[in-house]
């Protein structure tokens, strides 16, 4: 299908939603565009991207997966979720916008995995309080409450209580706004990112990262390795170091329910500072630790507010 351009897609346009809901093949429902930039809350990683296209057209179970289409026959959205109480169609209907497709799409034909790139900000919307504290003309914007040492935007020159404005001349005046347009770009990436500060406004040109703070491309071996031993990890940053008081480790944000990892009993927020008695620093010495060929693995590690540590043994076979 000709991808359409999602960004200009028109509240109240008319559109149709394609799939094959309670088995019944091919589909099509009628609606209009009803909201964009929706978020649901239907996904829980700490990352998450969650800007959708809202329709009234009938989805379904089965319809997931499915083209949202323009009057042009152009693909506008891929359907992905309702909102509803009794489990089906209510009135509500959600799809990820073409233009973030595009690049998942992209990312999994290049590299077989998605490649995030973060900025590495804590953000909240801004309220009518909050525009009225900080100085603002109008409720609208992305309010960063914390920022990551050695981030992107820690590089910049962003601070806490910055509120963006535009990411690369794109309005973003919420968080699922801000979000997607991030999420259409990769690590090493550059965005010009106007924010308010003071009561002025200012321009930074932030360098996204990965989840390891590094500017490079992730490669999906290493990651599908990691999955599929049961687990995702990140870098801890300096803030976390030194609250735990630790030198090196890496923190499990993930654990997958019947893995090797979930065996163990190892829970998320675990972190692994040692395998097989080798030092693990970075997501990059975990791989390699895990793959000298030692068939028995033992990690040693630490949850926050514990002091002793924990040790898991499992086989890599």
Known sequence: MTFGNSDSVQIGEW??????????????????????????????AQD???????????????????ALVNTSGELIGINTAILTQSGQYEGYSFAVPSNLVRKVIGDLKNYGIVQRGLIGIRIEDVNSELARNLGLNDVAGVHITGVTPGSGAADAGLRRDDV?????GVKT????????????????????????????????????KNRSNKTSIVQGADVKFLQKLGMEVRPLNAFELKQ???????????????????????????????????????????????????????????????EEPYFYVFDLK
Not at 16 to 40: C, H, Q, W
Not at 48 to 66: C, H, L, M, R, Y
Request: proline share 3%; glycine share 10%.
């Open 15 to 44: 559109v149709l939603a394609v799939g094959n809901p309670f088995d019944l093949e091919s589909t099509v429902t009628a609606g209009i565009v009803s909201a964009k930039g929706r978020s649901i809350d239907v996904l829980d």
């Open 48 to 66: 998450k991207i969650e800007s959708f296209i809202q329709t009234d057209a009938a989805v379904n179970p089965g319809n997931s997966g499915g």
């Open 164 to 168: 963006i404005l535009r990411v690369n």
């Open 173 to 208: 005046g919420s968080m699922p706004e801000l979000q997607e347009q991030v999420g259409r770009y990769s690590p090493g990436n550059v965005l010009r990112v106007e924010y308010m500060r003071n009561g002025k406004k200012a321009i930074a040109k932030v360098t996204l």
């Open 244 to 306: 735990m008081e630790l030198e090196h480790g890496v923190k499990v944000t993930s654990v997958f329910k019947g893995s090797k990892i979930d065996q163990t009993n190892l829970k998320p927020n675990f972190v692994i500072t040692q395998v097989n008695e080798r030092k693990i620093a970075s997501e990059e010495d975990l791989i390699a630790a895990l793959r000298n060929g030692k068939t028995e693995v033992k990690l040693k590690g630490v949850y926050a507010g514990v």
